[in-house]
């Protein structure tokens, strides 16, 4: 399996744009996450889907953020309009998910930066 | 919910030397446990995990990890670093039966060759 495969690696763009961060799981698992990484506030938990259905959007930062997961294999994370405090690494990870938890695999992230 | 400390935010090391990275975690129920390593420009990378079991357990490059509960502790270990093992290190809980996963703010390890 290719692991879990983010797009684009980098992006650079300007206050207020539209920026749209995409994920594609590794195959077969039910689980996926997004999570921002800063300096400031280290790796935090924005939004994470069970089957394709949001379990918790308490991490999204305010309303200018949001996520969807269409399918298995797809997901989104939007910030509009963007500003420059939402440069930072976005991660997508996902996870077989069993009822205990278990592992998370990350994709390789996305360095946003806004100017 | 639960939450994760590590206490050390930059250790640096000489090559040979022992590594010990600290990591307690606040939840009172059952936790599986997990550490990750992040190489310069990077994503995440599992080391090792617990779940049950042996509380020592052992992972990727020589790492391990010791779980206590008593101490709800679950510092990470090498007996001897290399240069390679520079890298930032995070601490990972979540509470059994959740799968919001809690990272620690991250410990920096820098070896010198």
């Known amino acids: 399996d290719a692991g879990v495969i983010q797009s684009p690696r980098h992006e650079v763009t300007e206050m207020g744009q539209e920026v749209t961060l995409r994920c594609k799981p590794i195959s077969g698992h039910d689980y996926l996450f997004w999570y921002r990484q800063t300096m400031m506030r280290g790796l935090e938990l924005l939004i994470y889907?069970?089957?394709?259905?949001?379990?918790?959007d308490s991490g999204m930062p305010e309303d200018r953020f949001s996520a969807k997961m269409p399918n298995a294999s797809f997901s989104t994370l939007k910030i509009q309009p963007s500003e420059p405090r939402d440069s930072a690494v976005y991660f997508c990870?996902?996870?077989?998910?069993?009822?205990?938890?278990?592992?998370?695999?990350f994709g390789p992230g996305t360095r946003l930066t806004v100017l | 919910a639960q939450s994760v400390s590590q206490h050390n935010h930059h250790v640096i090391l000489s090559e040979a030397a022992s590594l010990e990275l600290g990591c307690n975690y606040s939840y009172g129920g059952t936790v599986n446990l997990f550490w990750y390593v992040q190489y310069p420009g990077q994503h995440l990378q599992l080391l090792l995990k617990?779940?049950?079991?042996?509380?020592l357990v052992k992972g990727i490059k020589g790492f391990e990890a010791e779980f206590i509960k008593s101490k709800f502790s679950f510092n990470l270990r090498k007996p001897s670093v290399q240069w390679s093992d520079t890298a930032e290190y995070f601490c990972?809980?979540?509470?059994?039966?959740?799968?919001?996963?809690?990272f620690g703010a991250g410990t920096r390890l820098t070896v010198k060759p």
């Open positions: 990870a996902s996870s077989p998910g069993t009822s205990g938890g278990d592992t998370q695999y």
């Open positions: 990972a809980v979540n509470a059994w039966g959740n799968n919001d996963m809690r």
């Open positions: 889907f069970n089957n394709n259905v949001p379990i918790d």
């Open positions: 617990y779940f049950s079991g042996d509380p």
